[in-house]
């Protein structure tokens, strides 16, 4: 969606990744690894977002390490974007999901909430095949230009954990989440 606006993938790619990491210092290597994006195309776009005075860039031990300038006079307004497009991803996965007619339930966590402490970044609880379910992760990821970590349990699977008092489970649940579909029984979660 943002290479949309910004004419670019590996632009938005970089941007998301600066913005959403503002003390963070990279160089071009990670950063063509962390974006999965071709060398040249990060070094044009980093040279272009640096001649727009976004990023600054620094010499250190034989490398040139990039990093946001927070007191670029747009930096606010560019984070609030990134965030509104977070917004819009989840709109898409609502509506992916709803035409897997077996999610009961579906929250987003972890990266989601930008909280890397979080083990998985969806829980889904349903019927879903996993051709579906493959599939529709992929979708996600595709989307939001990064791979994700989930957890996918069947009815039975939830419930036995819940009865367990499953750590893991419990701490999504109880944690902080957006939930986008809940079709559980009142009182299930």
Excluded: C, W
């Amino acid at each position: 969606m943002l290479e949309q606006i910004f004419g670019s993938k590996t632009r938005a790619k970089l941007l998301r990744l600066f913005l959403e990491r503002p003390s963070d210092l990279f160089y071009v290597r990670n950063l063509s690894r962390l974006i999965s994006e071709h060398l040249n195309s990060v070094r044009r776009e980093l040279a272009n977002l640096e001649n727009l005075g976004l990023l600054v860039s620094q010499e250190r031990d034989g490398k040139r390490y990039y990093s946001v300038d927070t007191n670029f006079p747009l930096f606010n307004e560019f984070r609030l974007l990134i965030t509104k497009s977070h917004l819009l991803v989840e709109r898409v996965i609502i509506k992916k999901a709803q035409k897997l007619d077996g999610i009961k339930y579906l929250a987003l966590t972890g990266k989601f909430i930008e909280d890397p402490n979080v083990a998985t970044d969806l829980l889904i609880i349903g019927r879903v095949s996993k051709d579906d379910l493959s599939k529709f992760i992929k979708e996600i990821e595709k989307g939001y230009d990064r791979d994700l970590r989930y957890t996918y349990l069947t009815m039975p699977e939830f419930l036995d954990r819940k009865k367990l008092t499953d750590k893991f489970l419990y701490s999504i649940l109880q944690g902080k989440k957006i939930v986008l579909i809940d079709k559980l029984a009142a009182g299930a979660v």
